[in-house]
């Protein structure tokens, strides 16, 4: 089993930054896919960003390119969601995801674990 916690979640205002973590423990993340979703009131959960195992490759959703930066450090087995230039409909509850893969993909299907969500607010 992989157990993930997220942390940096807060309140922001529009233009500001937030660092998101998520610590993994149970497994080795060098052996885990990860991903950020996000999910808004009364909306659909959205992938957000997603890093491959190697940390060779990331994707990202449009809307949030050049902005936000997934990264890994395999060695602390953590993972980073970076967010520059929040806007409030980057709004939410963000999760963070692993699946026992090389990638994840962009379909919250795909994924084996999620953490339990850091809310993300952004004033304008």
């Known amino acids: 089993q992989v157990q993930l916690v997220e942390s940096g979640g807060g309140l922001v205002q529009a233009g500001g930054s937030l660092r998101l973590s998520c610590a993994a423990s149970?497994?080795?993340?060098?052996?885990?896919?990860m991903g950020w979703f996000r999910q808004a009131p009364g909306k659909e959960r959205e992938f957000v960003a997603a890093?491959?195992?190697?940390?060779?490759?990331?994707l990202y959703l449009d809307s949030v390119k050049g902005r936000f930066t997934i990264s890994r450090d395999n060695a602390q087995n953590t993972v980073y969601l970076q967010m520059n230039s929040l806007k409030p409909e980057d709004t939410a509850i963000y999760y963070c995801?692993?699946?026992?893969?090389?990638?994840?993909?962009?379909?919250?299907?795909?994924?084996?674990?999620w953490g339990q969500g850091t809310q993300v607010t952004v004033s304008s």
């Open positions: 995801a692993a699946r026992s893969a090389y990638y994840g993909g962009t379909y919250y299907e795909n994924y084996d674990y």
């Open positions: 149970g497994r080795t993340l060098s052996s885990l896919a």
């Open positions: 890093i491959r195992w190697s940390g060779s490759s990331t």
